[in-house]
């Protein structure tokens, strides 16, 4: 009996992390519906200025998506914990960092892709200028990877704890500061004509480093959490 | 004006400096006695179970001892 | 032909000769704390001349600049003791990082409090978003996550090692926050303050901040010694030295 190679472990990580979530598409919709209500807010609470909604929608947009996304980063492992599935993948022969890679890449698809889908639509309410689209999506297209990755270590390291919402909340904070000035200057040049390549560029660069070092670090992270 | 009262007016920022040094006192001296309270906790935690293990001992002792053992199983 | 060092160093990590060779030496770093502490004091209260700019509102430096340097020093020391931790496991590593947390997490309280204090009648106002104070602020939060997520666990050591991950994750964001809100200050030209402009600090002000630079120094070896003691008493509480301590302190 030969054992099947990696890229098809990895593509099997990967469809059974997506039929799961598929299962539960109400769960998908979740952050969508946050987002929007969070988003409906602020021109409630700031009067609906178009001058002041446009400044501001970059940033909002940015901060809503990455709320939203915190909100959805909890469920990452918890139901992979609870059925002792993750544990089954700890001690599987396959490299531990891949297979969570895969994860993920999956919770990414799942909880900010719609996200970024909608963001067209969240900036549209804000009457962010359409030029100024593109460099908002390009930013998320990077920025959520980015906080994606980052939001699995910290996951990661909470998985032997009970409570960890707002704790993860106090961990992610610190972290993605670089992320959300980077993604929200690029957006805030686009909109005064400014050239907004040099902070995307760094944000490309930081989600490079992420890709190859995060996983690992969520590897390590996870052998700590669950060594008890 | 006498020099301890132009001492403690800081040439007008004593609104500012004053609050400044006893915010760091504040917090350090909070800093050192929160531990000291702990040592004793922890302390006296250990002290009660030395005297939970040693009346154990005791307990057990004294059961192993009476001349007439009632049933006993096999 | 120095071999007793590494031989010394092993024994100094285990626990029992670290409570008493931290025992003996924390009362030496309290008085050197306090020494330091009150020449620091008088020379930056009393005798060190008022600032020919700022008044006498400048003598907040002596205890604001000695506190972050603090904030910043403590992180690295709680990071290497962490990164000792993770890869050699020794309980002792532990111990040192986590109970650095608290002590780190106070001085940059200390640092941000003083400094808005400084920065109201210098600047005209509390807070400003430059690059130095959001720096400090995002430290103090990772100082709060590194104490939240040890306290999460039920574990001490398993918490303490997932809060030793963290730190040292902090440890390689810092520069990287420091960088990006330098870069965020320069787009949005904010209020460009210079705090240490071209004027050199002259003597008279110098010396008593290194005398307070010391002191807080000394500070944090006395209470880092005596929150580790504590902390290995209740860690190791099952063991023969402990119950002798416990037995022998009324």
Partial sequence: MTSPGLATACAAMLRRDLTLAWRRRGDIAMPVLYALIVTMLFPFALGPEDTLLQRIAGGVVLVTVLLAMLLALDAMFSSDIEDGSLEQLVLAPRPLALMLGMKILAHWITTALPLIVIAPLLAGMLHLPGAVMPVLLLALLLATPLLSLLGAVLVALTAGTRRSGMLLALMLLPLCVPAVIFAAGAVAAAQQGLPWLAPLAWLGAALALAVVLAPLACAAALRIALDA | ?74 | MASWIPLWLHKLGSPPTFYRFAGTLRPWMLALALLFGLIGLYGGLVLAPPDYQQGDAYRIIFIHVPSAWMSMFIYGVMGMAAFIALVWRIKLAEVVAMESAPIGAAFTFITLVTGSLWGKPMWGTWWTWDARLTSELVLLFLYLGVIGLYHAFEDRRQGARAAAFLAIIGIINVPIVHFSVNWWNTLHQGSTVNLFGPSSIVWAMLWPLLCMTLATKFYYAASLFRRVRTDLLALEGGKDWVRKIAESEA
């Fill in chain 2, 1 to 74: 004006m006498s020099s301890l009262q132009t001492f403690l007016a800081m040439g007008g920022y004593a609104a500012y400096v004053w609050p400044a040094y006893a915010v760091f006192f504040a917090v350090l001296i909070a800093d050192s006695v929160a531990p000291r309270l702990r040592r004793r906790r922890v302390l006296r935690e250990l002290r009660a179970r030395l005297v939970r293990q040693s009346t154990r001992q005791n307990q057990a002792r004294q059961s192993r001892e009476p001349a007439h053992p009632t049933s006993s199983p096999p």
